[in-house]
């Protein structure tokens, strides 16, 4: 059996590889990596972690590219790779604009559509954006969905999705995770600012598009000195997005607190947020990872896909400054309350996802043989 895994970003690379490692341990699969470039470094770190090695790289990303020329550029240049590698599936991860045009690709070419991380759903088409029109679309053309969880699995169901094409596997984010925990021992890790241990740690990340606004950066920023002035330590590895970096850029050295840092590599990155206090965020794969954690959580959206992680006791606070300080107050000055033990959230899976993968789709196989 051919696969042809699809990589456009950091979070599908760290989100695939554990299933691409899962694949290549069967020598009846033969797995193929291509990557669209839709994130270049980032994409480049998020594979070195894993050890990932790609075949195909469609390097479509040019400086302020649009999100119509990454589709137009997938869609006439992936069936050159389709006619080399023949495969039999077509493997996507998510929600990103990559994962969308492969996808309609594999339709308009016959080629069967597993979709990784099906099913996540907010309602709204513009929250987030473009994300949850992408994934609505990747859901119609896909042959497989693998749900990360039962609600992802209902809302296909809702969707008309036949319940035969739908498995619950968990998000191949935990096995990610995991696999980043056993390998802390042999990596440089995160450069933690010094501190008294009576010192909170604040990790925080923001990247979505419906956030780089000026005014939501603003009311994000002031929200961050006036945690920093209150004695947190906040760590702010900044997405290098143009849009983010030139606004946040002069946060710098705005107050010796606030370390804003380029992009981690993931195992170094997964350290720090296992050293958390609290966790401030409008990431979807840092939502999943600080819920496994058990870490408290606030996160920069109005909704969010992944209800899970509010029954753990994560909060929606949008951007505005003072309902993230006062809710960000609240946590800090109770830790207690609103921490878990790490491992305890399960409705993700805990590190089984990809082997499930692997193994349904080698079943699904024979079975159609
Ligand atoms: C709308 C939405 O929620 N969509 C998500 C979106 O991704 P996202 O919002 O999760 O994207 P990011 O925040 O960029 O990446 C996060 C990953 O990066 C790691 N990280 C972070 C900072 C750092 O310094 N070093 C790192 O290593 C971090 O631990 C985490 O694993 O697309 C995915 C792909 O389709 C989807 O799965 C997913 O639904």
Request: glycine share 6%; charged share 20%; aromatic share 4%.
């Amino acid at each position: 059996m051919r696969i042809l895994v699809i990589i456009g970003t950091r979070p599908e690379a760290i989100k695939l590889s554990p299933v691409i490692h899962r694949l290549n341990d069967r020598s009846e699969i033969n797995t193929c990596i291509c990557l669209t470039g839709q994130h270049r470094e980032l994409l480049v770190q998020g594979l070195a972690d894993f050890h990932i090695t790609p075949h195909h790289n469609l390097d479509v990303m040019h400086d302020r590219q649009s999100l119509n020329s990454i589709s137009s550029r997938i869609l006439a240049d992936l069936p050159r790779i389709l006619d080399l590698e023949r495969p039999d599936w077509i493997l996507v991860q998510g929600d990103t604009t990559s994962a969308m045009a492969a996808a309609v690709t594999g339709f308009q070419h016959g080629i069967k559509v597993a979709h990784v991380e099906a099913g996540l759903r907010t309602g709204d088409p513009e929250q987030p954006w473009p994300e949850e029109m992408n994934r609505r679309i990747i859901g119609q053309v896909a042959n497989l969905h693998f749900a990360p969880s039962q609600t992802a699995r209902d809302n296909l169901l809702r969707e008309g999705i036949p319940a035969a094409n739908i498995v619950v596997s968990g998000n191949t984010v935990i096995d990610a995770l995991l696999l980043a925990r056993s390998m802390e021992h042999s990596q440089a890790l995160a450069n933690l600012p010094p501190r008294s241990c009576q010192q909170p740690l604040i990790v925080c990340t923001l990247h979505r598009r419906e956030n780089l606004t000026r005014s939501r950066l603003l009311q994000v920023e002031q929200a961050l000195v006036a945690l920093a002035e209150r004695g947190n330590q906040i760590v702010f590895p900044v997405h290098p997005n143009p849009a983010l970096t030139a606004t946040i850029r002069r946060l710098q050295n705005s107050h010796p607190h606030l370390h804003i840092l380029r992009p981690l590599s993931y195992v170094p990155f997964i350290q720090l947020l296992a050293q958390a206090t609290l966790v401030l965020t409008d990431s979807g794969g840092i939502q999943e990872e600080a819920a496994f954690l058990g870490k408290p959580l606030l996160v920069m959206r109005r909704c969010t896909e992944r209800p899970e992680v509010l029954n753990e006791g994560a909060m929606l606070v949008g951007t505005d400054s003072h309902a993230i300080l006062k809710a960000a107050q609240t946590i800090l000055d109770t830790p207690d309350r609103f921490g878990r033990p790490a491992g305890a959230f399960t409705d993700l899976g805990a590190g089984q996802a990809s082997h499930k993968i692997a193994e349904y789709l080698l079943s699904h196989q024979a079975a159609a043989a």
